[in-house]
């Protein structure tokens, strides 16, 4: 856990905040928080479903050490990572709503993608074009000689 925002906080209450921020939005799926807030529970977020897609006894250990809740695990370790088994990333979207009355702070909602009451679809992947198969060297030479045959020297009267 390193190269994180300070937050204004000092080391113990920012990851007790980060794990309570990361239980919560596990739970709810869509929580509200500053935008900085966010894009760090998002970086944990996104590591505690990989852990779940993981599936051993190590990975549950270790998120267990970390995110609040018997509960939280649970739902990490069967729905979630059922319903991100063929994503390989991006299991978070960010969506900035307004600016905090009496601060001023960019508040954000973060939210689980491919879920019921999303704020926003998810776009569709994108279909990868067709392999082409490659050609011969030989085939792409007698091609070229189609298209472009050579330039003939033409012998012009002054030179002989």
């Known amino acids: 856990m390193t190269n994180f925002r300070k937050l204004g906080r000092h080391a113990g209450h920012r990851i007790s905040m980060l794990r309570t921020l990361v239980s919560q939005l596990v739970k709810h799926e869509r929580i509200e928080t500053t935008v900085t807030k966010a894009k760090e529970v998002r970086r944990l977020a996104d590591n505690m479903i990989q852990l779940g897609k993981e599936g ?40 900035r709503t307004r600016i905090r009355v ?4 960019p508040m954000a909602y973060i939210e689980f993608i491919d879920r019921e009451n999303e704020l926003r679809q998810s776009n569709p992947a994108t279909p990868q074009p067709p392999q082409r198969v490659p050609l011969d ?24």
């Open 137 to 160: 060297p030989w085939d792409k030479s007698r091609l070229m000689k189609q298209v472009a045959p050579p330039k003939e020297d033409k012998i012009s009267d002054s030179d002989l």
């Open 56 to 95: 051993s006894l190590d990975s549950a250990r270790r998120a267990a050490g970390f995110v609040r809740g018997d509960d939280v695990l649970h739902k990490i370790f069967t729905e979630l990572a059922y319903r991100y088994k063929d994503r390989d990333g991006g299991y978070t979207r960010l969506l």
């Open 102 to 105: 009496g601060d001023a702070a």
